[in-house]
């Protein structure tokens, strides 16, 4: 098995998935230059690591300032470039999976992410690719299906763009028999609409 970086994961996926503002920068300059393009804080994340956030290699809440003092070392743990995205301030965070099922072939999860998550094992699956309609109802059949529908006043999911996500995860799959399982984790949900933080493509071989 080979995991793809999460820069070249997000390009496997194809333009469609909803993604942050992000680079992956191959300098500390061109770092700092995007950083003070952003409008908020941004996150860094060494490149070419399976494990980043278990080994310390992500970093919040940045400004353009903090770049240059964050760069040698994320750099130097990863590939020698390192991946900047806009961060995100989510009311809810979801998993989209997909696999090939040796019954079934290939299917695609949906399940609420975060703290729920670590609880509740909260995922529903599709065959691969979804007909019209399946998304919103693999959705219905969440048992947190509330939090998706808008509480409290919030905005409801952008059901159209899971369905992006969903479809491009369901093209990979049918259309490269050489992936062997695709996780979008976390989709951050920022004002409804659903925007994949991370994202890993795993292939049966090198390539």
Not at 28 to 38: H, K, L, V, W
Request: aromatic fraction near 4%; charged fraction near 25%; charge should be negative.
């Amino acid at each position: 098995m080979k995991a793809l970086t999460e820069w070249d994961s997000k390009l496997r996926l194809g333009d469609a998935l909803p993604r942050p503002a992000e680079i992956l920068a191959t300098s500390r300059a061109r770092a700092e230059q995007f950083a003070a393009t952003i409008d908020g804080p941004v996150i860094a994340k060494a490149s070419g690591v399976a494990h980043k956030t278990e080994d310390g290699l992500v970093r919040f809440g940045l400004g353009p300032a903090d770049i240059g003092e964050v760069w040698d070392d994320l750099a130097a743990a990863g590939d020698g470039t390192v991946l900047l995205a806009e961060q995100i301030d989510a009311e809810l965070e979801l998993i989209v999976g997909g696999y090939r099922d040796p019954g079934f072939g290939p299917l695609v999860t949906i399940g609420i992410g975060g703290i729920a998550a670590e609880i509740f094992a909260d995922v529903v699956a599709i065959l691969a690719p979804p007909e019209e309609g399946e998304v919103a109802g693999a959705v219905k059949r969440l048992a947190g299906h509330r939090l998706l529908e808008g509480i409290r006043g919030g905005p409801a999911v952008d059901l159209g763009a899971l369905e992006r996500i969903v479809g491009a995860m369901a093209k990979l799959l049918c259309s490269d028999p050489g992936v062997a399982e695709i996780d979008c984790n976390p989709v951050m949900v920022c004002n409804g609409a659903p925007i994949v933080a991370d994202a890993l493509v795993v292939l049966y071989n090198d390539e």
